[in-house]
T-cell receptor, first 111, second 114 residues
Framework: SQTIHQWPATLVQPVGSPLSLECTVE??????LYWYRQAAGRGLQLLFY??????ISSEVPQNLSASRPQDRQFILSSKKLLLSDSGFYLC??????????FGSGTRLTVV | AQKVTQAQTEISVVEKEDVTLDCVYE???????LFWYKQPPSGELVFLIR??????QNEISGRYSWNFQKSTSSFNFTITASQVVDSAVYFC???????????FGTGTSLTVIP
């Protein structure tokens, strides 16, 4: 069966520090991978999606970047965090036309 | 352009009441998929249902039912005899047949009061 792992679950980081959130998928090959952010009290915003290794599409220009070094690994990064980067980050995978499976999320607080 | 609208931001009901969550979508595609997800307080998103644009049959799963009407571009979700465990944020979403991106509504926060 397919599983998705996302870590850490919670993170408190100072402004200006770097960020690295990791997401891995098991039990499937060549999935579409996604990073979403849910700011407090707001809906889901697509940040990045990837259809293959090294292929990243950015939906919202901002302080974040994503990389896909392996088929089932998706990393969200920042060189210098801003206060506005605080939120709940969700990784997800899907196969074409199928539903999303979401990770358990990372609650990031930038202080 | 694709868009999903969930006009109800917050809903509160008393336990055992029925509640309907509204979802209205916009798309120019003739083939598309609609979804509902539940996000409990823990934050994880849980898949509830997928419906493709060619299947307008209503679906019932236990206390949950979905009403898909292409004529009004709506995909409403009804919980019958609500329970406290139903308290969560519910998201409606749309994806194109060949696209990669999902379009989410802003979510409806449901609180079931015991």
């Amino acid at each position: 069966s397919q599983t998705i792992h996302q870590w850490p679950a919670t993170l408190v980081q100072p402004v200006g520090s770097p960020l690295s959130l990791e997401c891995t998928v098991e039990g499937t090959s060549n999935p579409n991978l996604y990073w979403y952010r849910q700011a407090a009290g707001r809906g889901l915003q697509l940040l990045f999606y990837s259809v293959g290794i090294g292929q990243i599409s950015s939906e919202v220009p901002q302080n974040l970047s994503a990389s896909r070094p392996q088929d089932r690994q998706f990393i969200l990064s920042s060189k210098k965090l801003l206060l506005s980067d605080s939120g709940f980050y969700l990784c997800a995978w899907s196969l074409r036309g199928g539903g999303y499976t979401f990770g358990s999320g990372t609650r990031l607080t930038v202080v | 352009a694709q868009k999903v609208t969930q006009a109800q931001t917050e809903i509160s009901v008393v336990e055992k009441e029925d509640v309907t969550l509204d979802c209205v979508y916009e798309t120019r595609d003739t083939t598309y998929y609609l979804f509902w997800y539940k996000q409990p307080p823990s934050g994880e998103l849980v898949f509830l249902i997928r419906r493709n644009s060619f299947d307008e049959q209503n679906e019932i799963s236990g206390r949950y039912s979905w009403n898909f009407q292409k004529s009004t571009s709506s995909f409403n979700f009804t919980i019958t005899a609500s329970q406290v465990v139903d308290s969560a944020v519910y998201f409606c979403a749309l994806t194109q047949n060949t696209g990669n991106q999902f379009y989410f509504g802003t979510g409806t926060s449901l609180t079931v009061i015991p």
